[in-house]
Protein backbone atom coordinates (compact mmCIF):
# COMPACT_ATOMS: atom_id res chain seq x y z
CA UNK A 1 0.00 0.00 0.00
CA UNK A 2 1.26 3.34 -0.82
CA UNK A 3 1.20 5.01 2.85
CA UNK A 4 2.29 9.02 2.03
CA UNK A 5 0.21 11.37 0.99
CA UNK A 6 1.22 13.76 -1.93
CA UNK A 7 3.83 16.65 -0.72
CA UNK A 8 1.71 20.09 -0.01
CA UNK A 9 3.11 23.15 1.23
CA UNK A 10 1.53 24.76 4.31
CA UNK A 11 -0.20 27.58 1.81
CA UNK A 12 -0.76 24.99 -1.22
CA UNK A 13 -4.29 24.20 -1.80
CA UNK A 14 -5.57 20.51 -1.62
CA UNK A 15 -6.38 19.02 -4.88
CA UNK A 16 -10.08 19.10 -5.48
CA UNK A 17 -11.94 15.79 -4.49
CA UNK A 18 -13.33 16.24 -8.23
CA UNK A 19 -14.12 18.80 -10.49
CA UNK A 20 -15.45 19.33 -13.89
CA UNK A 21 -13.61 21.94 -15.56
CA UNK A 22 -15.12 23.71 -18.26
CA UNK A 23 -13.39 25.16 -21.30
CA UNK A 24 -15.18 28.65 -22.12
CA UNK A 25 -12.67 29.14 -24.89
CA UNK A 26 -13.72 25.90 -26.51
CA UNK A 27 -17.44 26.77 -26.47
CA UNK A 28 -16.96 30.23 -28.15
CA UNK A 29 -15.03 28.23 -30.65
CA UNK A 30 -17.87 25.91 -31.07
CA UNK A 31 -19.97 28.53 -31.83
CA UNK A 32 -18.17 30.08 -34.10
CA UNK A 33 -17.53 26.98 -35.53
CA UNK A 34 -21.33 26.73 -36.12
CA UNK A 35 -22.50 30.17 -37.04
CA UNK A 36 -20.47 29.45 -40.01
CA UNK A 37 -22.14 26.79 -40.84
CA UNK A 38 -25.23 28.79 -41.12
CA UNK A 39 -23.83 32.56 -42.04
CA UNK A 40 -27.20 34.22 -42.80
CA UNK A 41 -28.96 32.92 -40.00
CA UNK A 42 -29.52 33.91 -36.11
CA UNK A 43 -27.96 32.04 -33.53
CA UNK A 44 -30.13 31.20 -30.44
CA UNK A 45 -27.47 29.02 -27.80
CA UNK A 46 -29.05 26.16 -25.98
CA UNK A 47 -28.59 26.43 -22.21
CA UNK A 48 -31.33 24.23 -20.83
CA UNK A 49 -30.65 21.61 -18.15
CA UNK A 50 -28.06 24.20 -16.75
CA UNK A 51 -26.25 24.39 -20.04
CA UNK A 52 -26.63 20.57 -20.42
CA UNK A 53 -24.56 20.64 -17.07
CA UNK A 54 -21.95 23.20 -17.75
CA UNK A 55 -23.58 26.06 -16.04
CA UNK A 56 -26.35 27.88 -17.60
CA UNK A 57 -25.10 31.30 -17.06
CA UNK A 58 -21.29 31.35 -17.82
CA UNK A 59 -22.21 29.36 -20.99
CA UNK A 60 -24.84 31.90 -22.14
CA UNK A 61 -22.46 35.01 -21.46
CA UNK A 62 -19.67 32.96 -23.28
CA UNK A 63 -22.06 32.50 -26.84
CA UNK A 64 -22.97 35.90 -26.88
CA UNK A 65 -19.48 36.76 -27.30
CA UNK A 66 -19.06 34.18 -29.56
CA UNK A 67 -22.24 35.77 -31.72
CA UNK A 68 -25.20 34.25 -30.13
CA UNK A 69 -28.20 36.67 -30.09
CA UNK A 70 -30.81 34.36 -28.88
CA UNK A 71 -30.82 32.25 -26.28
CA UNK A 72 -32.83 29.11 -25.39
CA UNK A 73 -34.07 27.50 -22.46
CA UNK A 74 -36.91 24.45 -21.84
CA UNK A 75 -38.44 25.80 -18.55
CA UNK A 76 -39.48 29.40 -17.69
CA UNK A 77 -37.98 29.59 -14.62
CA UNK A 78 -34.66 28.83 -16.29
CA UNK A 79 -35.18 31.74 -18.63
CA UNK A 80 -36.40 34.23 -15.98
CA UNK A 81 -33.34 33.22 -14.03
CA UNK A 82 -31.19 34.14 -17.07
CA UNK A 83 -32.63 37.37 -17.62
CA UNK A 84 -32.57 38.33 -14.04
CA UNK A 85 -28.62 37.55 -14.01
CA UNK A 86 -28.31 40.75 -16.16
CA UNK A 87 -27.75 39.04 -20.08
CA UNK A 88 -27.46 42.29 -22.63
CA UNK A 89 -31.04 43.42 -23.07
CA UNK A 90 -30.94 42.96 -26.75
CA UNK A 91 -30.48 39.37 -26.29
CA UNK A 92 -33.71 37.43 -26.98
CA UNK A 93 -34.39 34.53 -24.43
CA UNK A 94 -36.79 31.87 -25.45
CA UNK A 95 -38.42 28.78 -23.37
CA UNK A 96 -41.00 26.02 -24.27
CA UNK A 97 -41.74 23.57 -21.81
CA UNK A 98 -45.27 25.10 -19.83
CA UNK A 99 -47.74 23.99 -17.80
CA UNK A 100 -50.27 25.51 -16.55
CA UNK A 101 -49.93 27.49 -13.06
CA UNK A 102 -45.87 28.67 -14.53
CA UNK A 103 -45.19 32.08 -14.22
CA UNK A 104 -46.51 33.31 -17.11
CA UNK A 105 -46.89 37.05 -16.26
CA UNK A 106 -43.18 36.87 -14.56
CA UNK A 107 -42.39 35.94 -18.12
CA UNK A 108 -44.36 38.58 -20.11
CA UNK A 109 -42.81 41.40 -17.72
CA UNK A 110 -39.05 39.99 -18.39
CA UNK A 111 -40.15 40.20 -22.33
CA UNK A 112 -39.21 36.38 -22.88
CA UNK A 113 -40.38 34.75 -25.92
CA UNK A 114 -43.03 32.16 -24.67
CA UNK A 115 -43.37 29.19 -26.85
CA UNK A 116 -47.52 28.14 -27.32
CA UNK A 117 -48.29 24.41 -28.73
CA UNK A 118 -52.43 24.73 -27.74
CA UNK A 119 -54.91 27.30 -27.23
CA UNK A 120 -54.90 26.26 -23.43
CA UNK A 121 -51.39 28.16 -23.13
CA UNK A 122 -52.40 31.37 -25.51
CA UNK A 123 -55.14 31.63 -23.27
CA UNK A 124 -52.41 31.44 -19.84
CA UNK A 125 -50.50 33.97 -21.89
CA UNK A 126 -53.19 36.27 -23.19
CA UNK A 127 -54.56 36.64 -19.58
CA UNK A 128 -50.27 37.18 -18.57
CA UNK A 129 -50.49 39.90 -21.26
CA UNK A 130 -53.39 41.44 -19.76
CA UNK A 131 -52.72 41.59 -16.28
CA UNK A 132 -48.73 42.34 -16.69
CA UNK A 133 -50.55 45.33 -19.22
CA UNK A 134 -48.04 44.70 -21.91
CA UNK A 135 -47.80 42.63 -24.99
CA UNK A 136 -46.20 39.22 -24.89
CA UNK A 137 -43.96 37.71 -27.56
CA UNK A 138 -45.01 34.08 -28.52
CA UNK A 139 -43.41 31.91 -30.47
CA UNK A 140 -45.82 29.12 -31.71
CA UNK A 141 -44.48 25.64 -32.10
CA UNK A 142 -45.69 22.74 -34.84
CA UNK A 143 -45.90 19.45 -33.95
CA UNK A 144 -44.10 18.43 -37.60
CA UNK A 145 -43.98 14.59 -36.71
CA UNK A 146 -41.40 14.67 -33.88
CA UNK A 147 -44.99 13.71 -31.46
CA UNK A 148 -43.62 15.76 -28.31
CA UNK A 149 -44.66 19.26 -27.38
CA UNK A 150 -46.34 21.49 -30.90
CA UNK A 151 -49.39 21.93 -32.20
CA UNK A 152 -51.39 19.15 -34.20
CA UNK A 153 -51.29 20.38 -37.75
CA UNK A 154 -55.22 19.78 -37.71
CA UNK A 155 -55.40 21.86 -34.72
CA UNK A 156 -52.64 24.13 -36.27
CA UNK A 157 -55.25 26.93 -38.25
CA UNK A 158 -57.85 27.28 -34.83
CA UNK A 159 -54.43 28.00 -33.17
CA UNK A 160 -52.93 30.83 -35.52
CA UNK A 161 -56.68 32.72 -35.81
CA UNK A 162 -56.66 32.92 -32.16
CA UNK A 163 -53.13 34.18 -32.38
CA UNK A 164 -53.84 37.15 -34.95
CA UNK A 165 -57.13 37.65 -33.23
CA UNK A 166 -55.10 38.14 -29.67
CA UNK A 167 -52.23 40.45 -31.64
CA UNK A 168 -54.69 42.53 -33.36
CA UNK A 169 -56.05 43.22 -30.11
CA UNK A 170 -52.86 44.21 -28.87
CA UNK A 171 -52.31 41.54 -26.64
CA UNK A 172 -49.51 39.84 -28.15
CA UNK A 173 -46.64 40.04 -31.14
CA UNK A 174 -46.21 36.71 -32.75
CA UNK A 175 -42.21 36.54 -32.90
CA UNK A 176 -41.56 32.97 -34.31
CA UNK A 177 -42.77 29.91 -36.19
CA UNK A 178 -41.16 27.00 -34.81
CA UNK A 179 -40.61 23.15 -34.69
CA UNK A 180 -38.17 20.22 -33.70
CA UNK A 181 -36.68 17.36 -35.36
CA UNK A 182 -36.83 13.82 -34.89
CA UNK A 183 -34.21 11.86 -36.88
CA UNK A 184 -31.88 14.66 -37.82
CA UNK A 185 -29.09 13.32 -36.59
CA UNK A 186 -29.78 10.06 -38.58
CA UNK A 187 -28.35 11.16 -42.19
CA UNK A 188 -31.09 10.73 -45.27
CA UNK A 189 -33.57 9.69 -42.61
CA UNK A 190 -37.14 9.48 -44.36
CA UNK A 191 -38.28 12.06 -41.23
CA UNK A 192 -36.42 14.69 -42.18
CA UNK A 193 -37.86 15.60 -45.53
CA UNK A 194 -41.33 14.76 -44.37
CA UNK A 195 -41.20 17.36 -41.58
CA UNK A 196 -39.04 19.77 -43.55
CA UNK A 197 -41.97 20.03 -46.12
CA UNK A 198 -44.86 19.78 -43.54
CA UNK A 199 -43.25 23.03 -41.28
CA UNK A 200 -43.33 25.02 -44.70
CA UNK A 201 -46.67 24.31 -45.13
CA UNK A 202 -47.80 25.43 -41.86
CA UNK A 203 -45.50 28.69 -41.61
CA UNK A 204 -47.22 29.33 -45.20
CA UNK A 205 -50.61 29.14 -43.80
CA UNK A 206 -49.52 31.30 -40.65
CA UNK A 207 -48.33 33.95 -43.15
CA UNK A 208 -51.41 33.73 -44.94
CA UNK A 209 -53.13 34.44 -41.96
CA UNK A 210 -51.32 37.79 -40.93
CA UNK A 211 -48.20 36.34 -39.15
CA UNK A 212 -45.03 37.68 -39.63
CA UNK A 213 -42.86 36.10 -37.39
CA UNK A 214 -39.39 37.69 -36.70
CA UNK A 215 -37.88 34.18 -37.24
CA UNK A 216 -38.75 30.65 -38.16
CA UNK A 217 -36.79 27.78 -37.24
CA UNK A 218 -36.20 24.05 -36.80
CA UNK A 219 -32.40 23.28 -37.04
CA UNK A 220 -31.59 21.65 -34.35
CA UNK A 221 -27.10 20.74 -33.60
CA UNK A 222 -27.39 17.71 -36.80
CA UNK A 223 -29.86 20.18 -39.01
CA UNK A 224 -26.88 22.80 -38.31
CA UNK A 225 -24.15 21.24 -39.03
CA UNK A 226 -25.62 18.71 -41.99
CA UNK A 227 -28.68 20.37 -43.65
CA UNK A 228 -28.44 23.69 -44.42
CA UNK A 229 -32.08 23.66 -45.96
CA UNK A 230 -33.24 23.50 -42.38
CA UNK A 231 -31.83 26.39 -41.65
CA UNK A 232 -34.30 29.79 -42.36
CA UNK A 233 -33.96 32.72 -40.03
CA UNK A 234 -32.16 30.91 -36.71
CA UNK A 235 -30.55 28.01 -35.93
CA UNK A 236 -30.82 26.41 -32.19
CA UNK A 237 -27.71 24.51 -31.65
CA UNK A 238 -27.55 22.53 -28.11
CA UNK A 239 -25.40 19.67 -27.55
CA UNK A 240 -23.01 20.72 -30.46
CA UNK A 241 -22.46 24.08 -28.95
CA UNK A 242 -20.42 21.97 -25.45
CA UNK A 243 -18.39 20.02 -28.09
CA UNK A 244 -20.42 16.96 -28.09
CA UNK A 245 -21.30 14.74 -31.47
CA UNK A 246 -24.82 14.64 -31.67
CA UNK A 247 -24.62 11.37 -33.20
CA UNK A 248 -21.67 8.90 -34.04
CA UNK A 249 -23.58 8.42 -37.02
CA UNK A 250 -22.32 12.08 -38.32
CA UNK A 251 -18.97 11.77 -36.89
CA UNK A 252 -16.97 12.30 -33.65
CA UNK A 253 -16.38 16.14 -32.53
CA UNK A 254 -13.11 16.46 -33.75
CA UNK A 255 -15.20 15.19 -37.41
CA UNK A 256 -17.22 18.34 -37.44
CA UNK A 257 -14.69 20.55 -36.19
CA UNK A 258 -15.86 20.98 -32.30
CA UNK A 259 -13.73 20.49 -29.36
CA UNK A 260 -15.31 19.27 -26.04
CA UNK A 261 -15.73 21.80 -23.20
CA UNK A 262 -16.14 19.67 -20.07
CA UNK A 263 -13.46 17.71 -18.43
CA UNK A 264 -14.69 15.33 -15.54
CA UNK A 265 -11.64 14.93 -13.13
CA UNK A 266 -11.17 13.29 -9.67
CA UNK A 267 -8.24 12.75 -7.47
CA UNK A 268 -7.42 9.22 -5.96
CA UNK A 269 -9.02 9.00 -2.70
CA UNK A 270 -7.06 5.40 -2.00
CA UNK A 271 -4.28 2.94 -3.62
CA UNK A 272 -3.76 -0.05 -2.21
CA UNK A 273 -2.49 -3.36 -2.31
CA UNK A 274 -4.82 -6.57 -3.10
CA UNK A 275 -4.04 -10.29 -3.23
CA UNK A 276 -5.69 -12.44 -6.25
CA UNK A 277 -8.88 -13.70 -5.95
CA UNK A 278 -10.33 -10.11 -4.08
CA UNK A 279 -13.62 -8.85 -4.35
CA UNK A 280 -14.41 -5.72 -5.59
CA UNK A 281 -17.51 -3.45 -4.99
CA UNK A 282 -20.80 -4.95 -4.29
CA UNK A 283 -22.20 -7.71 -5.31
CA UNK A 284 -18.79 -8.97 -6.26
CA UNK A 285 -18.63 -8.89 -10.16
CA UNK A 286 -14.96 -8.20 -10.20
CA UNK A 287 -12.87 -10.55 -8.51
CA UNK A 288 -8.86 -9.59 -9.16
CA UNK A 289 -7.13 -12.34 -11.26
CA UNK A 290 -4.03 -12.26 -9.35
CA UNK A 291 -1.98 -9.34 -7.10
CA UNK A 292 -2.54 -6.07 -8.02
CA UNK A 293 -3.29 -2.47 -7.34
CA UNK A 294 -6.65 -0.41 -6.97
CA UNK A 295 -7.46 2.59 -6.95
CA UNK A 296 -10.86 4.41 -5.34
CA UNK A 297 -12.35 6.86 -7.53
CA UNK A 298 -14.35 8.93 -5.41
CA UNK A 299 -17.38 9.62 -7.95
CA UNK A 300 -19.97 7.63 -8.45
CA UNK A 301 -23.86 7.86 -9.71
CA UNK A 302 -24.98 10.80 -7.18
CA UNK A 303 -22.41 12.55 -8.85
CA UNK A 304 -23.96 11.33 -12.39
CA UNK A 305 -21.62 8.52 -12.81
CA UNK A 306 -23.57 6.16 -15.00
CA UNK A 307 -23.95 3.11 -12.68
CA UNK A 308 -24.97 1.12 -16.44
CA UNK A 309 -21.27 1.96 -17.08
CA UNK A 310 -20.23 -0.61 -14.31
CA UNK A 311 -17.46 -2.47 -15.10
CA UNK A 312 -16.78 -0.98 -18.49
CA UNK A 313 -16.44 2.87 -17.65
CA UNK A 314 -12.92 3.81 -18.83
CA UNK A 315 -10.89 6.17 -16.76
CA UNK A 316 -7.21 7.77 -17.19
CA UNK A 317 -4.77 7.52 -14.96
CA UNK A 318 -0.72 7.42 -14.68
CA UNK A 319 -1.12 7.97 -18.95
CA UNK A 320 -3.17 4.53 -19.00
CA UNK A 321 -6.69 3.98 -19.60
CA UNK A 322 -8.37 1.80 -16.95
CA UNK A 323 -11.49 0.49 -16.23
CA UNK A 324 -14.33 0.74 -13.63
CA UNK A 325 -13.61 -2.85 -11.80
CA UNK A 326 -16.95 -3.76 -10.32
CA UNK A 327 -19.86 -1.90 -9.79
CA UNK A 328 -20.09 2.09 -9.63
CA UNK A 329 -21.91 3.09 -6.18
CA UNK A 330 -23.33 5.92 -5.11
CA UNK A 331 -20.27 7.76 -4.30
CA UNK A 332 -17.28 5.74 -5.39
CA UNK A 333 -15.47 3.20 -7.43
CA UNK A 334 -12.78 1.33 -8.20
CA UNK A 335 -10.23 0.77 -11.26
CA UNK A 336 -7.45 -1.67 -10.94
CA UNK A 337 -4.35 -0.33 -11.35
CA UNK A 338 -2.54 -3.33 -12.51
CA UNK A 339 0.68 -3.14 -9.94
CA UNK A 340 0.88 0.74 -11.15
CA UNK A 341 0.88 2.92 -7.75
CA UNK A 342 0.05 6.29 -8.39
CA UNK A 343 0.39 8.51 -5.07
CA UNK A 344 -3.05 9.16 -3.21
CA UNK A 345 -4.40 12.56 -4.79
CA UNK A 346 -3.14 11.41 -8.56
CA UNK A 347 -5.73 12.51 -11.22
CA UNK A 348 -8.36 10.06 -12.87
CA UNK A 349 -9.52 11.86 -15.76
CA UNK A 350 -13.26 10.47 -16.64
CA UNK A 351 -13.34 11.92 -19.79
CA UNK A 352 -12.19 15.50 -21.44
CA UNK A 353 -11.40 16.54 -24.95
CA UNK A 354 -9.18 13.32 -25.58
CA UNK A 355 -6.10 15.39 -26.53
CA UNK A 356 -4.08 13.36 -23.57
CA UNK A 357 -5.22 10.42 -24.86
CA UNK A 358 -8.54 10.50 -22.15
CA UNK A 359 -11.86 9.11 -22.88
CA UNK A 360 -14.41 11.87 -24.54
CA UNK A 361 -17.66 11.49 -23.07
CA UNK A 362 -18.53 9.54 -25.87
CA UNK A 363 -16.68 6.61 -24.38
CA UNK A 364 -18.36 7.11 -21.50
CA UNK A 365 -21.88 6.73 -23.51
CA UNK A 366 -20.38 3.55 -25.20
CA UNK A 367 -19.57 2.03 -21.70
CA UNK A 368 -23.10 3.11 -20.53
CA UNK A 369 -25.24 2.02 -23.09
CA UNK A 370 -26.78 5.83 -24.24
CA UNK A 371 -25.95 9.43 -25.80
CA UNK A 372 -23.27 11.62 -24.62
CA UNK A 373 -25.91 14.18 -24.25
CA UNK A 374 -26.73 11.93 -21.06
CA UNK A 375 -23.54 11.96 -19.40
CA UNK A 376 -22.75 15.39 -19.53
CA UNK A 377 -25.92 16.57 -18.48
CA UNK A 378 -26.26 14.38 -15.43
CA UNK A 379 -23.02 15.60 -13.42
CA UNK A 380 -24.39 16.36 -10.64
CA UNK A 381 -23.90 19.69 -8.31
CA UNK A 382 -21.58 17.52 -6.06
CA UNK A 383 -18.72 18.19 -8.42
CA UNK A 384 -17.67 21.92 -8.61
CA UNK A 385 -17.75 23.46 -12.19
CA UNK A 386 -14.13 25.57 -12.57
CA UNK A 387 -14.51 27.59 -15.51
CA UNK A 388 -11.27 28.33 -17.44
CA UNK A 389 -11.40 31.13 -20.15
CA UNK A 390 -14.09 33.21 -18.65
CA UNK A 391 -13.59 37.26 -19.88
CA UNK A 392 -12.76 39.97 -17.26
Same mark, same amino acid.
Given at each position: ?21 ? !??? #? &? *??? /?? %?? @? $????? +? ?75 ? !??? #? &? *??? /?? %?? @? $????? +? ?85 ? %? ?169
Amino acid at each position: MSDTAPAQSPTAPRPARARAEI !DLD #A &L *RGN /VR %AL @R $AKAPT +AAFMAVVKADGYGHGALPCARAAVDAGATWIGTATPQEALALRAAGLPADVRIMCWLWTPGDPWREAVEAGLDISVS !DVW #A &L *REV /VA %AA @R $AADRP +ARVQLKADTGLGRNGCQPADWPELVARAVRAERDGLLRVTGLWSHFACADEPGHPSITAQLTLFRELVAHAEQQGVRPEVRHIANSP %ATLTLPETHFDLVRPGIAMYGVSPSPDLGSAADLGLRPVMTLAASLALVKHVPGGHGVSYGHHYTTPGETTLGLVPLGYADGVPRHASGAGPVLVGGKWRTAAGRIAMDQFVVDLGGDEPAPGAEAVLFGPGDRGEPTAQDWARAAGTIAYEIVTRIGARVPRVYVGETP
